[in-house]
């Protein structure tokens, strides 16, 4: 059974900083590509950034130069590290495979940054 875990999300004040991790399931996380995703009130879920099987990674326009996405094959976990967070980040975040899975989107971690 597949299982994507998030954790790491809060309240934090604009110019702050969070690092958010998700624990995979091994079966899955081997072998692809991880996303993080956030999905706004009132706003279609969007990937935020990318990151392949070999460390490569992309990003969103709208976090570039803020938001670093990393992997530990090892513990089979991916993280998001999240600094000059604005009001504008807030948003459920999740991860998922990339392309997404349906069946794999889990609860997410909530992000509040404040003005």
């Known amino acids: 059974q597949v299982r994507l875990v998030e954790s790491g999300g809060g309240l934090v004040q604009a110019g702050g900083s969070l690092r958010l991790s998700c624990a995979a399931s091994g079966s899955i996380f081997s072998i692809n590509d991880m996303g993080w995703y956030r999905q706004a009130p009132g706003k279609q879920r969007e990937l935020v950034a990318g990151i392949t099987t070999r460390g490569r990674t992309n990003y969103a326009d709208a976090v570039k130069g803020r938001f670093t996405i990393s992997r530990d094959n090892a513990k089979n976990t991916v993280s998001l590290q999240m600094n000059s967070l604005k009001p504008e980040d807030t948003a459920i975040y999740y991860c998922?495979?990339?392309?997404?899975?349906?069946?794999?989107w889990g609860q997410g971690t909530q992000v509040t940054v404040s003005a």
């Open positions: 998922n495979t990339r392309p997404s899975v349906w069946d794999y």
